[in-house]
């Protein structure tokens, strides 16, 4: 008898990975700064849920992964301070945080 | 199976309805234009990862999800969408470059997320492992205080050192025109 489909790793990676594709579409397609911060942080959530999921059903210490996750719960919370602080600064200097138009740098 | 009569179906059902959740969030958070709306469907997104953790056996990590994507992420980005303006441009009319730009996005994300997808759907996973330990809090616990001691140092310094960053970072224009 097949498992049930909570009990499949196949699911949950294949969640992750749609997670995956959707953040990546997003930080190619959004034009301002906090939305390719929002898919990037789907990026992230992409990345645990396959550290989670292969936590489960492959390692055999299940503690392992969980503690994984929690660093990278820790390393997003401190990128997304350390963003929005950087995205409010060019906010002041350029009243806009398009991305097209932090040109400045361009030859 | 157990004692419930229908444990089984009443389960699977909300694994689906979390996916369910997971998937619509992303979505929102990724096509919508006004962008508090996709601070919403990140929050959404947030909230069926936790519901997943909780299926993989980790309610310790599904509230520490709830607690620092929702509670800490989400709002910070929310006041950060408040001193600026980040709602995303009307599309020009002429917007066949853009056009263009979306599809390629489309193309590269759906390639690629379908073919992880393909491989993890039909790699052969090994069998679940014997657990050599219980993934329970009092374990976590103890693994964090001997075995990563040192990263978990690391990441609290790490954590530090962004909060001054990010203050510094914040503070630097200010009373500049």
Known sequence: MNPALFDRPGVYLAVAAFLLAVGIFGLIQRRTLIGMLIAGELIFSAASLNFMALNRFVAPDPVVGQIAVLFIMGLAAAEVAIALSIIIAVYRNYRSIRAKELADLKG | MSAFPLAGPIATGIFGFVVAITVLGALVAVFTRRIIRAVAGLALCALGLAGLYYFLHSPFLA?????????????????????????????????????????????????????????????????????????????????????YSLPFELISLVLLVAILGALAIARGGRGAP
């Open chain 2, 63 to 147: 509230l520490m999800e709830i607690l620092i994507y929702i509670g800490a992420v989400c709002v910070v980005i929310v006041f950060g969408i408040m001193l600026s303006e980040p709602d995303e441009p009307a599309l020009a009319p002429a917007g066949r470059r853009e056009f263009g730009w979306s599809a390629l996005a489309l193309a590269v994300s759906a390639a690629l997320g379908a073919g992880v997808a393909y491989v993890s759907l039909h790699g052969p996973w090994p069998a679940p492992a014997a657990a050599a330990a219980d993934g329970s809090v009092e374990s976590i616990g103890a693994a964090l205080l001997t075995t």
